[in-house]
């Protein structure tokens, strides 16, 4: 068995570890250089620049590597639910995270790193939607010149700005989590074009007329 060198991967996740602790702290509001990073991480600027090139790859490394670990914790096995109950785990969840660690989110999406986080978000948000959630089956059927995935990606787009201009204000408006998981999942069920018997269906934990799973 060929020996495989540890220290790459350590090296990467304390850079990352670094970077998620500037975001998280009162220091991001001040120029960080690699030089700071590559020593709060105790690594050298070559070992840096060897894995992410740059100060904004390295913020977005760090926030995915959040951003997915907020997802894994949703349970993805929700094609039973009500869209109530789905909306009100996956959301409310995904929301919290995003609240709690909202001066991260901020200055992440405030910096360079900001387009490709929010396609991260966009991309995270259309797989749930597609492939676990009581909408998946109705975006899948909908006909039209469009594919299922064009269809996830416009619904997870509109999710994305409006989650992340409600992230941006100072003071929010909703004012919490809860209702601005509300906000978006009466939006969800508004734009995704099912019909009046599909949206009952999906409120009341049943297959949608003429939907197989």
Known sequence: MAYEDPRPIRSRQALIQAMTEVLDSEAADQD?????????????????YQHFGDLATLTHAAALARLEAAFAQIPEDNLSDTWT???RSTFH??????????????????????????QDVVGLLARRLLDTSPLGPIIRRRQ???????RADFLAAGVAWHVIHWLQQEPRTPNTVDEVAERVSALLLAACGATKAEIAA????????????
């Open 32 to 48: 960080i250089t690699v030089a700071d990073l590559a020593r709060l991480a105790g690594v050298s600027r070559p070992t840096l």
């Open 85 to 87: 109950a789905y909306a």
């Open 93 to 118: 969840f995904l929301f919290t995270d995003l609240d709690t660690h909202a001066r991260f989110y901020r200055r992440a999406l405030q910096g360079p790193a900001g387009y490709a986080l929010s």
């Open 144 to 150: 039209g010149p469009d594919s299922p995935q064009d």
């Open 202 to 213: 999906v409120e009341a934990g049943t297959v949608p007329p003429g939907i197989v799973r």
